[in-house]
């Protein structure tokens, strides 16, 4: 391999693997009793629903969380890969009701914990290019529940991040082709 090609193998995002798929695995728990911050799941606890969200941007809602059925005392993990195309500095925002928190790999960037109202919280995190896994978490007690999560970065204003910069591993029930 040449010494362009290399440098340009490391900078440049690389295209997904065969094995990636859009959207992020979401996983949504039932619970039951006062649920007044983050679930211990214990390994033979099975969700509730499995399904692949294109990205995190659910309204505040009295009614069924995101189609879900779920209205109270629920946890949902959504987990996968962001894409990031420039080295540099990210803030990435999870505004909720009731608590979520955000992790790249095991690093946590985002906590918004506790009981709350729809309440945004931030974090910064250096991030190179490449995909990096994520995992953002979400429960709710009782009342309303909504989940977004955003960022801003190098050439990025704040938005909603968006569908094409997340991903998950091909899954052999969620994934038909």
């Known amino acids: 391999?040449?010494?362009?090609a290399l440098v340009l193998t490391l900078l440049l995002p690389q295209e997904p693997a065969a094995d990636f798929?859009?959207?992020?695995i979401g996983e949504f728990f039932e619970l039951q009793g006062e649920v007044e911050d983050f679930p211990t799941l214990t390994?033979?606890?099975?969700?509730?629903?499995?399904?692949?969200?294109?990205?995190?941007?659910?309204?505040?809602?009295e009614a069924a969380f995101g189609g879900t059925g779920l209205t109270d005392k629920f946890y949902v993990r959504w987990?996968?890969?962001?894409?990031?195309?420039?080295?540099?500095?990210?803030t990435i925002y999870t505004e909720s009701d009731d608590g979520s928190r955000f992790?790249?790999?095991?690093?946590?960037?985002v906590d918004n914990g506790g009981l709350h109202t729809m309440e945004e919280k931030s974090g910064e995190i250096e991030l190179k290019p490449g995909d990096h896994p994520i995992r953002l978490e979400l429960f709710d007690n009782q009342g309303a529940a909504?989940?977004?999560l955003s960022w801003e970065g190098p050439g990025?204003?704040?938005?909603?991040?968006?569908?094409k910069v997340l991903f998950h591993k091909k899954d052999k029930d969620l994934d038909k082709d």
């Open 1 to 4: 391999m040449t010494r362009l």
């Open 21 to 24: 798929r859009p959207g992020l």
């Open 43 to 61: 390994a033979d606890k099975k969700p509730a629903l499995r399904r692949i969200d294109t990205q995190v941007n659910f309204e505040t809602t």
């Open 79 to 90: 987990t996968g890969v962001l894409r990031v195309a420039i080295e540099g500095k990210y």
């Open 103 to 109: 992790f790249v790999g095991d690093t946590k960037v």
């Open 146 to 148: 909504g989940c977004r």
């Open 156 to 163: 990025i204003a704040k938005a909603v991040i968006p569908d």
